[in-house]
């Protein structure tokens, strides 16, 4: 039952402030006569006829989600790895800092025009520039993660003869998770925008092809339907990520609560 009460107490929580937006918007727009702002009851009666009464779920946003999940889940491969290896060697460290300072200074925008010379303008290109945005939370925040362990757990692994892959999930991995699981959620966040921006550039599908074809065709309507859910998957894919932060540091967010109890 208290869970049942906690479970809704959270969810009308995370929806209170969306929901009074939405009706402000509501409220503001509901006599609008603006070529440029239409009504939100007009957007959101074109958000059923074009997105969800036609085949451009199919056809523009899975082809999205699929170049947002391939990008995102490579950075996370390369982030953690190479993360891992940097914060573990301090020479290691010295050595690529420059170079990583230098690369993460580049807007990867920027890198489009150069992507789309060396992998074409098909999704691989997309994918890539996901990639580069994404990469940087993961592997600097992996970084300090594996930098900040605890001196004490190490002595004791060593002590107990705790080596090789085991000390490496068990006691490095595990103890970078909570900056890992960060640097994840800041590179979702990076990977969205990413996804839009590489789909305006020689792109056929896409949320992002479909919100700037709508500009070009001034179907301002249909263009504020595609914003509209470019938000809500954004914020879909932000709860999920959120439940996966749950799932994976339930130690982590249980160990904070029990020194929050020793601490009274």
């Known amino acids: 039952m208290r869970l049942a009460v906690r479970v809704t107490r959270t969810v009308m929580a995370a929806l ?132 900040a362990v605890d001196e004490v757990l190490v002595e004791t692994a060593r002590c107990y003869g705790v080596r090789g892959p085991a000390r490496l999930w068990h006691l490095v991995v595990r103890s970078a998770s909570p900056q890992i699981v960060t640097g994840m959620r800041q590179g979702l966040s990076i990977g969205i925008i990413l996804m839009v921006i590489s789909e305006m550039f020689a792109a056929s599908n896409g949320l992002g092809f479909s919100i700037i074809q709508f500009q070009r065709t001034f179907a301002v309507t249909e263009m504020w339907t595609g914003i509209l859910l470019l938000g809500l998957l954004g914020f879909l894919l932000a709860t999920l990520m959120r439940l996966f932060e749950r799932r994976a540091l339930n130690w982590y967010f249980g160990l904070r609560q029990a020194q929050r109890g020793g601490s009274r």
């Open 16 to 147: 209170a402030l969306p929901a009074a937006l939405l009706a402000l918007w509501w409220i503001l727009t509901a006599d609008s006569e603006s070529y440029y702002l239409p009504p939100l009851s007009e957007i959101l009666t074109d958000l059923d006829d074009v997105w969800l009464r036609s085949d451009r779920l199919s056809a523009d946003v899975l082809p999205s989600l699929l170049r947002l999940s391939g990008g995102f889940l490579l950075a996370v491969l390369l982030g953690v790895s190479l993360g891992v290896a940097i914060g573990s060697s301090r020479r290691l460290r010295a050595f690529c800092e420059p170079v990583l300072e230098f690369l993460r200074a580049i807007p990867p925008p920027v890198l489009v025009p150069v992507l789309m010379l060396f992998a074409g303008i098909g999704d691989t290109m997309k994918v890539l520039v996901i990639l580069s945005g994404c990469l940087w939370p993961i592997l600097l925040n992996t970084v300090e993660g594996v930098r």
